[in-house]
């Protein structure tokens, strides 16, 4: 299904889905139709559905919506999916971590992004599992290499001890 080419389908899947958002604490409908309305945001342009989904990534909604929506994310390949998943990471769980990691690692412009976040200490190199940092080690990329073993070098376990022996003392 092409929403671009059904505007009244696309128009009728945003308001079905800002009903779901009520801040009154109205009856919510169920859990399901919600997935199934933000899965059906991935078929619109980013443009249209960015701040639904950045509602959606919300730590108030349960992590069932936040979930979908960082899939949905996922869908686009628009670079600014990157900023929304980054401003978003401090308030992620460690499972939606994980999740938006995924979202990140899956084009090389938002690795450069997230890497750009890591440099300006605005993302701990913690939160990434070495696993990614060593494929994208590997990467044909140059660049994303390069800053993927500096990465990896600043978190090998000899360095952690320095710290930890430093603290002792």
């Known amino acids: ?31 399901a139709r919600r997935l199934a309305a933000i899965d059906a945001l991935g078929l619109a342009k980013f443009a249209e559905a960015r701040s639904v989904l950045v509602a959606l990534v919300d730590s108030r909604e349960p992590h069932e919506i936040q979930s979908a929506a960082v899939a949905t994310l996922g869908k686009f390949v628009d670079p600014a999916v990157a900023d929304v998943l980054l401003a978003a990471w401090p308030r992620l769980s460690p499972q939606l971590k994980e999740s938006a990691a995924e979202v990140l690692f899956a084009r090389p412009d938002r690795i450069a992004a997230l890497f750009d976040a890591i440099d300006a200490d605005c993302l701990p190199i913690a939160d990434l599992a070495p696993a990614r940092l060593q494929v994208i080690a590997k990467s044909k990329d140059a660049s994303l290499r390069a800053r993927a073993e500096k990465f990896l070098a600043a978190a090998k376990p000899g360095r952690r001890q320095a710290v930890v022996d430093a603290y002792r003392d």
């Open 1 to 31: 299904v092409n929403l671009d080419r059904q505007p009244q389908r696309l128009r009728r899947t945003f308001r079905e889905l800002r009903r779901f958002k009520t801040s009154d604490g109205a009856c919510l409908s169920s859990l």
